[in-house]
């Protein structure tokens, strides 16, 4: 989890490929309406988060009921929001947490992606830093900070 361009997508394909798990973005998972709004640099509000939400957890909680293991990147911002992906499953948050300066530069070296630093400071706006996370510092490259995440939660 984490504020977008932070590398949750490049982690979690990572640490999914290492384990041997299903890795599933959440960005694929949002409508259309949603998509629309981030590409014209328009911060989501709840409103637009909580079907998305909802959806994830469906995902979620199917695999789970199937014994598939997955690693999902997703923005998770605020302790609602977890709470919803979380319920009734069993469930690690991993942090990625990172300044404003250094996720800028990234969303300005990013093509191709619906979301650019426009919407950077509505995600930090929003962000309620979880009590509950492994919290891991994206200043390293994203094979050490795998490591740290399969260190810490022993996987």
Known sequence: MGVTGVGKTTVGTLLAQQLGWEF????D???????????????????DRRPWLETLHAELT??????????????????????????????????LKGNTSLIAERLRERRGHFADDRILSGQFADLEEP????VIDVGVTPQEIVSRIREKLEI
Do not use: I, W
């Open 24 to 27: 599933l973005d959440a960005d």
């Open 29 to 47: 998972f949002h409508p259309e309406a949603n998509l629309a709004k981030m590409r014209r640099g328009v911060p989501l509000n709840d409103e």
């Open 62 to 95: 199917k695999r789970q009921g199937k014994g598939e293991n997955v690693v999902l990147a997703c923005s998770a911002l605020k302790e609602e929001y977890r709470k919803t992906l979380a319920a009734g499953l069993r469930v690690s948050f991993v942090y």
């Open 131 to 134: 009590d509950d996370a492994l």
